[in-house]
């Protein structure tokens, strides 16, 4: 029996990595409701909540002050769940988090399909990616932004490969920069700081430096600038206080950085880090 089941998976990786992931469905969502809302929830909840109720969705609000911690795109997406589903119950406000972190494996499973040519490691990574500590005793039970941004941003890193490959720069300009808004518009500034350096860092590896003055990358870029000016224009007639809005935004990007740690404390972070990680991937890890 046990032979006959690894020769499937040698024979079938994708049959048996689509198998496992509709398996593995029951087991994530079975009492994701039991826990009560902790850490970010309550906030993500609250701010999804009063949009609802003001029926103002360009201004986030919590206990009707104005909320600058996080732009609004992943507190309309959990609103539009609320509605649909007619349900603001705690597992109701874990689905924006957990959906996501299935389609976070399956885009693994087809980039890495893709660009190694090898279903077994593709399906491999993409099921070590939903059984890992970290997700399995932590993320996938808490309605935190984190995987649904984590996502986009992957599935952006892998289109910009994909689409250089296709040597289509448009597409790979367009869509990456669409990504880089949404995502600003869900976390703020680390999604421009991404999308910087893994271009000019691609665009250099591959000798296409050139490109970054290309009109594809220039109208794309332009086009990510008028989808976030849209959203802080429409904001603005709501509440005119932008540079408070903007000073938080940056706060909130820099708490973890050398700036607001220090470059000692930064340095053992980066050695350290790659330790913690393996912790927290175990066992996958091994």
Not at 50 to 59: F, G, H, P, Q
């Amino acid at each position: 029996m046990m032979q006959k089941l690894e020769n499937f998976l040698i024979k079938h990786p994708g049959k048996a990595f689509f198998f496992l992931i509709i398996f593995s469905i029951p087991a994530f969502f079975i009492n994701l409701g039991l826990l009560a809302l902790f850490a970010d929830e309550p906030t993500r909840a609250n701010v999804a909540l009063e949009m609802i109720l003001s029926k103002n969705y360009a201004v986030p609000t919590i206990g009707a002050e104005y909320y600058y911690n996080k732009p609004p795109f992943y507190n309309w997406i959990l609103a539009g769940v609320y509605q649909l589903s007619g349900n603001y119950s705690e597992f109701t406000t874990r689905l924006p988090a957990i959906i996501p972190m299935f389609l976070f494996a399956i885009t693994i499973y087809f980039s890495v399909s893709f660009f190694l040519k090898d279903k077994r490691i593709a399906a491999i990574s993409g099921i070590l990616f939903l059984v890992n500590g970290r997700m399995l005793i932590y993320d996938s039970m808490l309605g935190h932004i984190d995987i649904f941004y984590s996502w986009l941003t992957f599935s952006s890193f892998m289109l910009i490969f994909y689409f250089l490959q296709k040597k289509n720069w448009f597409l790979l300009f367009f869509i990456s920069y669409l990504i880089t808004a949404i995502t600003f518009l869900s976390k703020g500034l680390p999604s421009i700081v991404f999308q910087g350096f893994t271009l000019m860092a691609v665009l250099a590896y591959t000798k296409n430096f050139k490109k970054l003055f290309s009109w594809q990358h220039i109208l794309s870029g332009l086009i990510c600038v008028l989808i976030i000016a849209a959203y802080f224009w429409n904001y603005y007639q709501y509440n005119p206080n932008l540079e408070g809005y903007f000073s938080t935004i940056w706060d909130q990007s820099s708490q973890r950085t050398v700036s607001e740690f220090g470059l000692t404390q930064s340095l053992i972070h980066i050695i350290s880090f790659p330790f913690e990680h393996a912790g927290h991937l175990f066992p996958a890890s091994l």
